[in-house]
């Protein structure tokens, strides 16, 4: 495939010149957020710290971090970095795990923001020639405005669907002949559900390729997707604190994804400890926006578990990758003692022929702790012979048990039970916090 690039000087530069560029912005961020964040200013001095002391990316490990407590401590204006009059926008996270997160933009920001959503959409092949579909939500979620602002920056014919209203989406698709589309893993599988239903062979479909991320999806749901669809599906990610989509994005490649790493810097850290890792291990992702304006976030913990890694890309983009996050650290659930991540569960299931239709309730009966996974069979393998069903959940249960090392009760559902979900899909419910 002919390589192209939206900002090919950016995305090919040398490891040296990154660092170059991360050096003096984080140099220039800190004196800004010194500045103008009286709250991050206190956190500073509190370890005895001024901005001289940051001299490049070397002495990042020094600053205090910020984390979900810093937001909501100093909601809604406490983190700022530019008065209210420069900023014209903001976003906002549905706000499930405690206060939404507001985030504010200046022109300035959104215009960058929009860049690196053009990269990942060329990234996944898009050009000016390309027909974009746009189905994450617009609003206050960042995944409509995001991609919105990237497919225009490249060129493509955008079609702003949003959400939801799963014919319409189809019907756009066949009609203006989308080639991209841009929604949640979990949306995307329904949409191909949908369409395998209504009679379309992935070859009857135009769509070419998916760009799709705001939730943690398995390698085994890429390849469900991609086989429905008969498309190339992209991982996009991104949080609402640092802009939103396409801190990272993936590429021809698929064995990761980029970080824009001249806006971004990434460390990983022992989330027990706040450790800085070597590179190639495991740990919680942190970032330090270094061109972000009006919300200027240094270090922020985003509890998503990731490797990063520098390896050379065949691509020929040279920011670093991180790895698909297997989940959040405060996704991750405690069971018995066990740490299992929702994404373990998915990949048996999918392994097994399932699709990513499933719910995980978990409880405390008795003080012991219980996993009941509810699955949907798929129409093929649908049968009301008990025998046969039950020969299906103990197949499961074995494959849960080597996988999580605990066994967990299954019980298979008819095909359409469980509830599909337009954003991201809600797969865990967890009595034990209720
Ligand atoms: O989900 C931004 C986004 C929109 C990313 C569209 C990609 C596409 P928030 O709602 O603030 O922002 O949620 C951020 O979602 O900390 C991760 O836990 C999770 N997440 C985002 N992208 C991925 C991904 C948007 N590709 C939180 N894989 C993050 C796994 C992801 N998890």
Known sequence: MEKRYYQPEI????HEQIKQWQNERLV???KHVWDNVPYYRKKMEEKGLTPDDIKGRDDLHKLPFITKADLREAYPYGLMGK???DCVRIQSTSGTTGKRVVAFYTQHDIDLWEDCCARAIMAAGGTDEDVCQVSYGYGLFTGGPGLNGGSHKVGCLTIPTSSGNTERQIMFIQDLQATILCCTPSYAAYLGESMKEMGLTPDQIPLKAGI?????WSEEMRQDIQNTLGIKAYDIYGLTELSGPGVAFECSEQTGMHINEDHF???VIDPDTGEVLPEGSTGELVFTAITKEAFPLLRYRTRDICTLTRKACSCGRTHIKMSKPMGRSDDMLIIRGVNVFPSQI??????????ANYQIIVDRVKNTDTLDVHVEMTPAMFTDNLGEIDRMQKELVADLRSMLGLTAKVTLVAPKSIV??????VRVIDKRKI
């Open 11 to 14: 995305e090919t530069a040398s």
């Open 28 to 30: 220039k961020q800190v």
């Open 83 to 85: 008065p209210l009059k």
């Open 212 to 216: 799709f991320g705001a939730e943690a």
């Open 265 to 267: 810097i990434a460390e």
């Open 346 to 355: 998915e990949t048996v299931l999918l392994n097994n022929g399932y699709a």
């Open 420 to 425: 599909r979900s337009e954003g991201k899909a």
